[in-house]
């Protein structure tokens, strides 16, 4: 569900978007460039932004709490950050918590020059890495895992950029498609599995690094290819190199989840666009789902390509029932109490109209804890449909993600402690139901999930997860990840 400046008491009933990344080397306008890149990466993180360019003689850096139109479409700013290199990133908290010491990319002077590092996704062992920096003297100045990396470079042993950089990355477990600046190159490398995405650009001979390729689409950037699972590009003035710093693996575990909500429509991630396999997955949600009804409603703004999908298999009309309010300002993050109670209707609204008398599908991409969706329910309700059916274009999440995605720990999760019998009573449905696993790895293009080998990484629904867990296995790393929590990216 669309979860952009939700109410209070109705922040956490969504998934937190993950970080963009986005850099470019060779071009007199760098950071003008990186700043549409993140503009178009925006969705990825709303909570700050950084950008860190080189000149040619010195490293400037600005790190804003805000969106990127704030304060980087600023001239003053933009003055600031000369350079025909750049590297920047858009964030919303997974480790650690708000505040601008948390901000990327991260910049320190090493022994070698300046290093910036900017992260997309999740370190599984951050907190074992950090406290055995720490007790060889590492002083940290966040609570983000992404500092770790900066500190693996600093202290390796390693006499060139590449050899420490990949030093590092091979000391780190979990998600990380990471994009990094020095004074003579830009460096991007994803993990061994894939699991974040990372797409390389051409902008008229200049190289780029971004998360999506609607980043490329803004800026008019050719899209060259994905970076392979375990990749590691290095560009310098002579052009690029690939390396691969891992052990090879015929193993790939993108995350699944991207397709469903996180990636924008417009972009084509893994080599399929985003828009097109929602569409695939509400097809497959009517097939698996039927339902006798009289029109199929999105809960906009991320339900809609899969209710489009589910309209156009069941045969039956798609209509905008509810209408999404796109100007509701911070103001109402925490409004008045006499505010408070309008709750939902301040972003969405039923479109009567078309709701009155009918038997109603609601077509959404998840279900969190479920309290938005049961006000969205009621609201189509006492717009007068005679029955609401809520179809969800994803199986049930039943476990948290530790690779980048901001979700309720397990317990606050609805589909984790009800039935979904249960869950439909919850939130006041004549039915529900949920995308099966296989079904939605039919509509990304697979015959089903292969459960000894999962071609994708699913372990929000499965509770499969790719990788080591270091840092939430045994009582000490558990007391250590939650003072990192009251303190990511």
């Known amino acids: 569900m669309d979860d952009s400046l939700l109410l209070a008491g109705e922040a956490d009933d969504h998934f937190h978007d993950e970080c963009g990344v986005f850099g470019i080397f060779g071009r007199t306008d760098a950071a003008a460039i990186v700043t549409l890149g993140l503009h178009a990466l925006q969705h990825r993180g709303q909570e700050a932004a950084g950008i860190v360019c080189f000149d040619g003689s010195q490293f400037h850096v600005e790190r804003h709490i805000g969106l990127i139109g704030d304060t980087f479409t600023k001239p003053a700013v933009l003055a600031r950050l000369q350079g025909s290199r750049a590297i920047g990133h858009t964030r919303y908290a997974t480790t650690g918590g708000s505040g601008l010491r948390n901000v990327q990319p991260f910049f320190a002077e090493l022994a070698e020059g300046g290093l910036a590092i900017a992260h997309n996704g999740n370190l599984t062992n951050a907190m074992t890495v950090q406290r055995k920096l720490q007790k060889q003297g590492a002083i940290f100045s966040s609570t983000s895992d992404t500092e770790t990396i900066l500190h693996l470079v600093a202290t390796s042993k390693e006499h060139d950029t590449n050899a420490r950089f990949i030093d590092a990355v091979r000391q780190i477990e979990g998600a ?28 008229d001979g200049a190289y780029i690094l971004a998360s999506e390729t609607c980043a490329l689409d803004i800026i008019g950037a050719r899209y060259v290819r ?35 909500y996180f990636a924008r429509p417009d972009s084509s991630v893994e080599g399929r666009n985003v828009y097109e396999v929602r569409k695939h997955i509400g097809a497959e949600l009517a097939r698996e789902t039927p339902v006798e009804a009289d029109i199929v409603v999105p809960v906009p703004d991320s339900g809609t390509p899969a209710a489009i999908g589910y309209a156009q298999a069941a045969d039956l009309p798609f209509e905008l029932g509810i209408i999404r309010n796109h100007y509701v300002g911070r103001t109402f993050i925490q409004p008045t109490d006499s505010i408070r109670h309008m709750g939902v209707k301040l972003k969405h609204n039923a479109n009567r109209r078309f709701i009155e ?11 969190v804890r479920g309290t938005t969706s049961q006000k969205i329910v009621q609201m189509v309700r006492d717009a007068g449909a005679t029955e609401v059916h809520m179809r969800i274009a994803s199986p049930p999440t039943r476990a948290s993600c530790f690779y980048g995605v901001d979700t309720p720990e397990a317990s606050k999760l609805l589909a984790s402690r009800m039935t979904v019998e249960e869950m439909a009573a919850f939130i006041r449905v004549d039915s529900l139901a949920f995308l099966t696993i296989d079904g939605l790895y039919r509509a990304v293009g697979e015959a089903g999930r292969n459960n000894d080998q999962p071609q994708y990484c699913d372990a929000c629904f499965t509770k499969d997860y790719p990788t080591r867990l270091m840092d939430h296995e045994g009582a000490d790393n558990v007391r250590s990840l939650s003072l990192l929590a009251a303190g990511g990216q």
């Open 176 to 203: 990380f498609s990471i994009v990094a600046l020095t004074s003579k190159k830009m460096i991007g490398c994803r993990d061994p599995l894939g699991i974040r995405p990372l797409v390389l650009g051409d902008l």
């Open 226 to 260: 994905d970076l392979k699972p375990g990749e590691m590009v290095v560009v310098t003035e002579a052009g690029i190199e690939s390396l691969f710093p891992f052990e090879a693996t015929s193993k790939s575990r993108f995350c699944i989840f991207e397709y469903v």
């Open 357 to 367: 008398g009918k038997r109603v599908i609601l077509v959404d991409d998840s279900i």
